[in-house]
């Protein structure tokens, strides 16, 4: 799954695979080079060609758009404050479910003091989830393992005791997951949407 960096709208700087300082010569040859790269008529395979059509018309929407510097910067401009805007997130406390106001810390481990109930309890925050969820029989019981990467692509698994089916296909979402201050054990799962975070309790 593609994320969306900016509320509705794709990120054209993924779609290109080119960080937002690249310069226009880049960007041209970037979109070139995908354009050649994917385009359909190189792809018999039916599945192949129309995820060839979805890669080629993602590549041109980002071209439309970063290729025109006036576009460019009107879209630096929304992407930078969506990315501003989600610099904190609002994570539960395991003990008392008071909110937490915490620094999105790209996916790596943290502790964070409640500042209601004063517990301590450590938490992954904006984490990537790499691949769905795969369930998993230990012994008579079964395990839901997920893999989640931080910004550096660093890889953690996460065992989940039970998942709600709306997690079954979160693939590429951005996570935070509360831990249980004294097992290492999830208590708490939130996907980070474009406008929305949901919830979960899943220890
Ligand atoms: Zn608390």
């Known amino acids: 799954m593609l994320t969306n ?5 794709d990120d054209h700087y993924e779609a290109l ?3 937002p ?3 226009p010569d880049e960007v041209r040859e ?3 080079f995908l354009l050649a790269a994917f385009h359909p008529d190189r792809f018999r395979d039916p599945v192949q060609r129309s995820r060839a059509e979805e890669i080629t018309k993602r590549v041109n929407g980002a071209w439309q758009v ?3 510097p006036a576009l460019r910067a009107r879209y630096d401009a929304r992407r930078g404050s969506a990315q501003a805007a989600i610099a904190t997130r609002e994570i539960p406390c395991p003990t008392c479910a008071g909110r ?3 620094t999105d810390t790209g996916g790596r481990l943290t502790h964070i003091a409640c500042p209601a109930c004063g517990e301590t309890f450590p938490a992954m925050i904006g984490a990537r989830c790499v691949d769905r969820p795969r369930l998993e029989k230990r012994g008579v019981r079964l395990r839901y393992q997920a893999e989640f990467a931080d910004e550096t692509g660093a890889r953690t698994t996460v065992t989940f005791r039970r998942l709600p089916q709306e997690l ?3 693939e590429g979402e951005l996570f935070s997951i509360v831990f249980d201050p004294r097992r290492p054990r999830p208590i708490y799962a939130i996907v980070h949407g474009d406008a929305l975070d949901l919830g979960w309790r899943v220890g």
Do not use: F, K, N
């Open 5 to 9: 960096q900016v509320s509705g709208e």
């Open 168 to 170: 079954a296909l979160p």
């Open 21 to 23: 300082d690249a310069p």
């Open 17 to 19: 695979d080119l960080t």
């Open 30 to 32: 970037a979109w070139r």
């Open 66 to 68: 970063l290729g025109d």
């Open 100 to 102: 937490c106001t915490v």
